[in-house]
């Protein structure tokens, strides 16, 4: 399984960004897919979960009303569109895949991690 991330960048505060992980290697239809996150200095992070069938969701609080996570069947693909972007979003941001059919939070649960890629939201 791989897991390929995108879209990562510097954005100033109050902008949008969208994160793109291309999956491959399995057939996903019993997965569910997250983003985490890590800031220097600070642990890993729930951001937000998908479930590749039913697209059940959930999201960290801090992230509520502002980041959007969705899939793509056709492209194998999962995203997360950021709005309203603060500094406090800077970190590493990591795609995930655990072979589960419910909405998951704990990086623990998860299998298979992307390489990362970077968003710098500047003041």
């Known amino acids: 399984v791989q897991l390929i991330e995108s879209g990562g960048g510097l954005v100033q505060a109050r902008g949008s960004l969208s994160l793109s992980c291309m999956v491959s290697?399995?057939?996903?239809?019993?997965?569910?897919m997250a983003w985490f996150r890590q800031a220097p200095g600070k642990e890993r992070e729930f951001v937000a979960t998908i479930t590749w069938i039913g697209g059940l969701t959930k999201y960290a609080d801090s992230v509520k009303d502002r980041f959007t996570i969705s899939r793509h069947s056709p492209e194998n693909s999962v995203y997360l569109q950021m709005s309203s972007l603060k500094p406090e979003d800077t970190a590493v941001y990591y795609c995930?895949?655990?072979?589960?059919?419910?909405?998951?939070?704990?990086?623990?649960?998860?299998?298979?991690w992307g390489q990362g890629t970077q968003v710098k939201v500047s003041s």
């Open positions: 290697g399995d057939s996903f239809s019993d997965y569910t």
């Open positions: 995930a895949a655990a072979r589960r059919s419910l909405p998951r939070t704990r990086s623990d649960d998860y299998n298979y």
